[in-house]
């Protein structure tokens, strides 16, 4: 399995961890939004969803751009391409061992099943 150590990668994954930030992402989806909306959408204080929103554009999740006094955040351009590529490796390798143990649970059913016709006569 390829091993991805780059600094967007980790960085996004760091970004993706906390539920608030997965939240601010879920809310940027559906439309642009100041820190205030976010702060308080979330009930938080500004200085903490500031530091939620740095997280994510460092990791190229979100931008924000500074219009007077009011910092208006959206989606960045992050598309996630090396992080979902390393999930599906791993979504590879669980459906194999899946398989591998429906393979051996549908064996054991065909052997009861025989043994049971031989105790039957």
């Known amino acids: 399995m390829v091993q991805y150590q780059t600094p967007h ?7 993706l961890a906390d539920a608030t930030r997965r939240g601010v992402l879920d809310q940027l989806a559906r439309g642009d939004a100041s820190i205030t909306d976010l702060a308080d959408k979330f009930g938080m204080t500004l200085t903490g969803m500031k530091k939620h929103v740095g997280v994510l554009e460092q990791a190229g999740l979100v931008t924000t751009e500074k219009v007077g006094r009011v910092r208006t955040c959206r989606i960045g351009p992050c598309r996630l391409e090396e992080e979902m590529a390393w999930i599906a490796g791993y979504r590879q390798l669980w459906d194999a061992r899946f398989q591998a143990l429906d393979d051996v649970i549908g064996e054991l059913k065909r052997q009861e099943k025989a043994r049971g016709r031989k105790q039957g006569k």
């Open 9 to 15: 990668f980790n960085a996004s994954f760091a970004a």
